[in-house]
């Protein structure tokens, strides 16, 4: 809509009748004038660093287009550009090619996308065109919702049971009259959202919830009322029958664990750098193996042989998944997390981490024989800090980012570790913040529908994403990769919310407090929506 139409005049009559309305010559030059000023800022920033790129593409309104942005290790993000892709080929020649301008700045030391085959071409060609170290990084968070596709293709009976489960919820949620009782009694249920695994969890989660109350309300109102047509009243009655069948929720309920274990650690990799990345993965790998073995996974029929071949192709997809992310940078980096080596023991997969380190990072990041020859050997030192020796300075098993940042900068082992170090903290282990731009772009969607200049449509995403950065009375917005995580988290003992009773279900004995812990509704939130743009894991 246009700033002078008659009805924006109205709209600010009477939300500010004193505001006078700007013309669109103003509203050009204003945004022109800002554009450049945070060209500027752009410009002086990419002369700093060390920063991640983070990269994605998406198709709005019939078109394509590739957001790019920048993220420091305080987490600070900066929107560099949004580009049309409408005249290029989205190959990985193409995509290396439109990149290119920003991975050539040293400032910038990880590159990361999602796990489309062309754009982790693109960004290994692109790392291995610089002379000095850049790292090609995979987006772990949408990893790891390849890795719950895959668990549920494993699983035949689970596959089929969230299936019925998403039908029927897809059903209810269409009738408007039966949909608005649900949410006047406080009920939710979410079906699963195409291409974002990670909803699956989140609509097996609000199904076992409130599954029971769901199908006495829809008991009471009647199908047969609530349809428009015969057909609707038929699906109703459909999904009436499958919201009784306590066999579904059970079937959907013992699978639960290892669904949730996954799309936490999905949770995990949205806020995570890649010093934690190995932390996770090890984390995850203790709590897939504590829900296979106290999860009961025998559908009627099976034989236990049965499942223990489920069992085992659960595991192999595990360290299928483990070895396509954890590359031998990967794994090194996992050294700059301090935090594993505050307790007294060194937790298993860190001895690997130096050996690599040892090998592989003096080489990479110094060219003197004599460097490198220190940086080992500070190393050593840096790992030998343990046991009645400890350093009282590292930061403790439950330090917050933020802190470990600091520790590395002001109390950290030696001066080549720093520099090491606060590269690879700078490095996300999510192109989460580029979904975020998606998220902004579709809301301004009428800018590309009125078919604007893709110059002016960049502008406007940079300065709607960017204005704190010349705006001086303007709050900077809460980063949005700041680890809120830790590595080293164990199972809470106490069930949270949300607690059922499973036993009396299945008719089995199994770990109560393992079966039946349920995530938060804000956690649900989160899982739901997090990043996933693409099916591709090759």
């Known amino acids: 809509m246009s700033v002078e139409s008659n009805m924006t005049k109205l709209f ?46 998406a198709t709005i309104s019939g078109l394509g287009f590739l957001n790019v942005g920048i993220m420091d290790s305080s987490g600070v993000c900066f929107h560099l550009d949004h580009i049309s892709m409408s005249e290029r080929e989205s190959t990985a020649v193409g995509l290396a090619e439109v990149l290119r301008p920003w991975t050539r700045h040293k400032s910038v030391f990880g590159i990361c996308a999602d796990n489309a085959a062309n754009i982790q071409a693109a960004i290994a060609m692109l790392a291995a065109e610089r002379q000095d170290f850049a790292v090609p990084l995979r987006c772990m968070e949408h990893g790891m919702q390849l890795l719950l596709k895959d668990v549920r293709a494993a699983i035949p009976w689970l596959e089929k049971a969230t299936k019925e489960v998403n039908a029927a919820i897809r059903t209810v949620r269409r ?20 291409t974002r695994h990670n909803s699956w969890s989140t609509m097996a989660v ?57 799309t936490s650690a999905s949770k995990v990799f949205a806020c995570a750098r890649l010093p934690e990345a190995l ?38 997809l595990y360290a299928q998944r483990r070895q396509q992310f954890c590359n031998d940078v990967v794994l090194a980096a996992s050294v700059f997390d301090p935090r594993p080596l505050s307790g007294l023991e060194e937790p298993d997969h860190m001895h690997a981490a130096f050996v690599m380190a040892r090998k592989l990072l003096p080489k990479k990041f110094f060219d003197s024989t004599e460097v490198q020859e220190a940086c080992v050997s500070d190393l050593d030192d840096y790992r030998a800090k343990k046991g009645l020796f400890r350093d009282t300075d590292f930061p403790a098993w439950d330090a917050p980012l933020s802190e470990v940042i600091s520790w590395w900068k002001s109390g950290q082992p030696s001066k080549p570790l720093a520099v090491m170090a606060d590269k690879f903290w700078s490095c996300t282990t999510s192109q989460g913040q580029c979904e975020r731009y998606w998220a902004l772009a579709n809301r301004d969607r009428c800018a590309i529908r009125n078919r604007l200049a893709i110059e002016t449509q960049s502008k406007l995403q940079s300065v709607a994403i960017n204005l704190w950065a010349v705006v001086p009375d303007m709050p900077e917005p809460v980063p949005p990769s700041m680890s809120g995580c830790l590595s080293f988290t164990k199972l809470s003992e106490a069930p949270s919310r949300g607690v059922c009773g499973v036993q009396s279900i299945i008719k089995r004995d199994v770990r109560q407090h393992v079966q039946d812990v349920f995530p938060e509704d804000d956690q649900l939130s989160l899982a739901s929506s997090s990043s996933s743009s693409s099916d591709s894991d090759d």
């Not at 013309?23 to 000023?37: C, M, N, P, Y």
């Not at 106290?294 to 559908?299: G, I, N, S």
């Open 175 to 194: 009738s408007k009259k039966f949909f608005g009782k649900l949410k006047a009694s406080g009920l939710v249920l979410q079906h699963r959202r195409k």
């Open 279 to 316: 932390g996770v993965w090890c984390l995850l790998k203790c709590r897939l193996e504590e829900a296979l073995d106290t999860c009961d996974f025998k559908d009627s029929g099976e034989s236990n042989g049965t499942v223990d071949l489920r069992k085992d192709k659960v595991r192999e």
């Open 206 to 262: 609000k199904w076992v919830q409130h599954r029971a109350k769901v199908a006495e309300l829809l008991r009471q109102e009647g199908p047969e009322k609530l349809g428009h047509s015969t057909k609707q009243r038929k699906k109703l009655q459909t999904a009436l029958l499958a919201l009784e069948r306590r066999a579904l929720e059970a079937r959907v309920r013992r699978a639960l664990p290892v669904m949730w274990a996954v």
């Open 12 to 57: 600010f009559k009477n939300l500010a009748p004193a505001y006078k309305c700007p013309t669109r010559f103003k509203v050009r030059a204003v945004l022109d004038s800002t554009a450049a000023e945070l060209e500027d800022y752009q410009n002086k920033l990419l002369q700093k660093g060390p920063f991640c790129l983070c990269t994605d593409g």
